[in-house]
C-alpha cells in the first residue's frame, strides 16, 4: 500500500535537489547548444565555484546564497578569458580537439584544486533550518536552491527571447553562416554565451555548496550528473535541463530511500545509457508514437 505522506515527502526532497543539479547544467547545455562544443570541463568549473564560496563563506563570512552575487560575474569573467585562451582555438576544428582542449582544462582545475585545498572535504554549513507544509518537512537550504533555479530558468529565457541579443544567441545556434550575414558578430556571440555558461555554472556550484561538501574529485561526478541532465533534457534545451534535473532529482530521492543511496547514481546512469541507445536506433521515436496513439485511443481519438 501506498503510503502517500511518505510518496510526498519523497517526491518534494527530489524536485529540490533536482532544481539545484539543473541549476549547475544550464550552463552546459546552453555553450553546447549555440556553439555546439563538448565541454568536458564544466564539471571543474562548478567545482572551482563551490571553493570560491567555500573560501567567501569560511574567510568573510558570506552566504552562499548571497555569494553568487559574487561568483557568478567572476565565472562569468573566467569564462569570457577562457573561451579568448583556448576554446576560441578549437571551436572550428574536430570534436575531438574540442573535447582534448577541455580535458585539458579539466585536468588543470582539478589539479589546482588538489594543490590549493587538499583532498580534505569543504563545505559552507550556514546554518539553515527547515519549515513543514501541510505534513512536508522541507530544508530552508535546498527550498532556497530550487528558488535560484526556477529564478534563473526564467530570466535566462527572457533574455534567449525577449532580447536582441538573446535572438542573435538563437540565431547563432541554428546556422552561424545565415547570422553572419544579418550583422551578428558570432565571435562576440561565441565568447559571451561561452561567459554565461560558466557565469551559470559559478552561481550552480555556489549553491551546491550550501547543500553537499567538495573535494577535487567531485568534478567527475558533476560532469557526469550535467551530462545525463543535459542528454535527458535535450542538448540545447534550458527548460529541458530544468525538467530533467527535476526528473533526476525524484528518481534519486526514490532509489535512495527505497534501495540505496549509493546505488542512485549507477541506476539514473544505467537510465541515460538506456535513452541513448533508444534514441540512436529509433525506438525511442517508436515508443511515444506508440504512448500517444494509447492516450489519443482513450481519449476518443482526439489530437492536438
Known amino acids: 500500500m501506498i503510503d502517500l505522506g511518505l510518496w510526498a515527502q519523497l517526491v518534494t526532497n527530489g524536485l529540490l535537489t533536482g532544481g539545484i543539479l ?4 544550464m550552463g552546459l547545455t546552453l555553450v553546447f547548444g549555440v556553439m555546439d562544443i563538448v565541454n568536458v570541463a564544466h564539471g571543474t568549473y562548478v567545482l572551482l ?6 573560501v567567501l563563506w569560511a574567510f568573510f563570512g558570506i552566504d552562499p546564497f548571497v555569494a553568487t552575487l559574487v561568483v557568478g560575474p567572476v565565472f562569468f569573467l573566467f569564462g569570457v578569458v577562457s573561451e579568448q585562451v583556448v576554446i576560441k582555438r578549437v571551436i572550428d576544428e574536430s570534436i575531438a580537439a574540442q573535447v582534448f582542449a577541455t580535458l585539458g582544462l579539466l585536468w588543470i582545475f582539478q589539479n589546482f584544486a588538489q594543490l590549493l585545498f587538499g583532498s ?3 563545505s559552507a554549513g550556514a546554518g539553515y533550518g527547515g519549515i513543514s507544509v501541510l505534513g512536508v518537512d522541507i530544508q530552508e537550504v535546498r527550498l532556497y536552491g530550487f528558488v535560484v533555479a526556477i529564478v534563473l530558468t526564467g530570466i535566462l529565457y527572457l533574455f534567449l527571447y525577449r532580447t536582441k541579443i ?3 544567441i538563437r540565431a547563432t545556434a541554428q546556422s552561424p553562416t545565415l547570422a553572419r550575414p544579418f550583422g551578428v558578430n558570432i565571435d562576440r556571440i561565441y565568447t559571451l554565451t561561452f561567459g554565461l555558461g560558466i557565469g551559470l555554472a559559478g552561481v550552480g556550484g555556489s549553491v551546491l555548496i550550501a547543500t553537499r561538501s567538495v573535494v577535487p574529485i567531485s568534478a567527475n561526478f558533476l560532469l557526469l550528473v ?6 535527458l533534457g535535450g542538448l540545447g534545451s534550458i527548460t529541458g535541463a530544468l525538467t530533467a534535473g527535476l526528473g533526476i532529482g525524484v528518481i534519486d530521492s526514490f532509489i535512495s530511500y527505497y534501495i540505496s543511496p549509493s546505488l542512485a547514481p549507477p541506476i539514473y546512469f544505467a537510465l541515460f545509457i538506456a535513452v541513448l541507445i533508444l534514441r540512436s536506433t ?3 521515436t517508436m515508443i511515444r508514437y506508440r504512448i500517444n496513439q494509447l492516450f489519443a485511443g482513450r481519449t476518443g481519438g482526439m489530437s492536438h
Open 282 to 284: 529509433g525506438r525511442g
Open 166 to 168: 538573446g535572438l542573435a
Open 22 to 25: 539543473a541549476l549547475m547544467a
Open 120 to 122: 580534505a572535504p569543504r
Open 226 to 231: 550535467a551530462f545525463v541532465i543535459v542528454t
Open 49 to 54: 565555484a563551490m571553493y570560491l564560496a567555500h
